[in-house]
């Protein structure tokens, strides 16, 4: 360990080698295998290999005080092939910006990748531009949210980054060791979002689970006006006044609770909790959530003292 266990994240590459070691321990095969019948083959990336197929691209460095080049040999690095040994092509990660944005075909539910969208930990600072999140890289630039992951081998850059906000991606690929600098892959989505607005969704219909459409409307924290609404995939979002910030959302946990994805109530429980008069409340870990502020029918913590209306003497 480089660090305390949680005190801060450090990039590691041998890291990255051992949890593919660990799943080939785990599972009796190569990790490639795993990743090719589990990942690459459902998403079509049928290009994407361990080893070089032709065609491909030579992979050259440039002399930093001269204009030569050296051709770079095509190195199988063994045990450290896990944390970056894939040859790929435009197409095929595209493909992978696809999946990042949310169509993630048979490989992962939609909600999972949303998760690992989500910061783990950020760069030391009282702002941060860059951060990770579950094998992601996360920034932050120009106002504007972005993810993906990019890297080097010898001979070759890459990169993949799609913005947060509308799902734009963008691949960089280049037969060069180094020379890519800057934000070359978000200068090219502020270029496609000012020639080519991405359309707006069509919209669609959501099926809903039994029971779900009785949970959805206004709910009250005390005197604090919140909005229950049904999303996508059985997923409730709790949208509360403006002053709030960011709305959490709650993943149906298949046992009659939600649990939180995001925001404030992030890995908190929601439970419904229905009473034999018709009405309830919610219980979202210790709040209590009413259909009316105060409501004196519901089990709020310390109860309800004389009403609304009710004044009181000296």
């Known amino acids: 360990m480089k660090h305390p266990a949680g005190r801060r994240y450090h990039y590691s590459n041998p890291g990255v080698a051992l949890l593919g070691r660990l799943v080939e321990r785990l599972a009796g095969r190569p990790w490639y295998d795993l990743l090719r019948r589990d990942v690459l083959d459902p998403l079509g990336m049928r290009r994407t290999t361990y080893h070089p197929e032709a065609p491909h691209a030579q992979g050259y460095a440039v002399h930093p005080h001269a204009d030569v080049v050296l051709r770079e040999p095509h ?8 944390a970056g040994q894939l040859w790929s092509t435009v197409t095929d990660l595209a493909r992978w910006c696809r999946f990042l944005a949310g169509d993630t075909g048979d490989v992962l539910a939609a909600s999972t990748v949303e998760e690992m969208r989500h910061p783990v930990t950020v760069e030391d600072g009282t702002t941060w ?3 990770y999140g579950l094998g992601l890289m996360l920034l932050r630039v120009r106002g504007r949210g972005y993810y993906g992951h990019g890297g080097t081998m010898p001979g070759f850059l890459a990169g993949v980054t799609v913005g947060a906000d509308d799902g734009t991606g963008v691949v960089t690929l280049a037969n060069a060791t180094s020379g890519l600098t800057g934000d070359l892959d978000l200068d090219l989505v502020d270029l496609l979002r000012e020639h080519e607005p991405a359309l707006p969704a069509e919209w669609r219909p959501v099926p809903t689970r039994p029971g779900l459409l009785e949970l959805v409307g206004t709910w009250y924290w ?7 609404a049904a999303r996508a995939e059985g997923m409730l979002e709790l949208r509360g006044p403006s002053t709030d910030g960011e709305p959490s959302r709650f993943r149906p946990t298949g046992d009659g609770t939600w649990v939180g994805l995001d925001g ?3 890995g908190e429980t929601l439970r419904a909790v229905r009473s034999g008069r018709g009405d309830g409340h919610l219980d979202l870990g210790t709040f209590v959530f009413t259909r009316a502020p105060y409501d004196p029918a519901a089990a709020i913590p310390g ?4 009403g609304w209306g009710q004044s009181s003497r000296s």
């Not at 109860?303 to 004389?306: A, F, K, P, S």
């Open 303 to 306: 109860g309800v003292d004389d």
């Open 75 to 82: 190195t199988d690095t063994g045990a450290m092939a896990p």
């Open 222 to 228: 005390g005197t604090r006006e919140h909005t229950l």
């Open 129 to 131: 531009s860059l951060g």
């Open 264 to 266: 404030y109530h992030a």
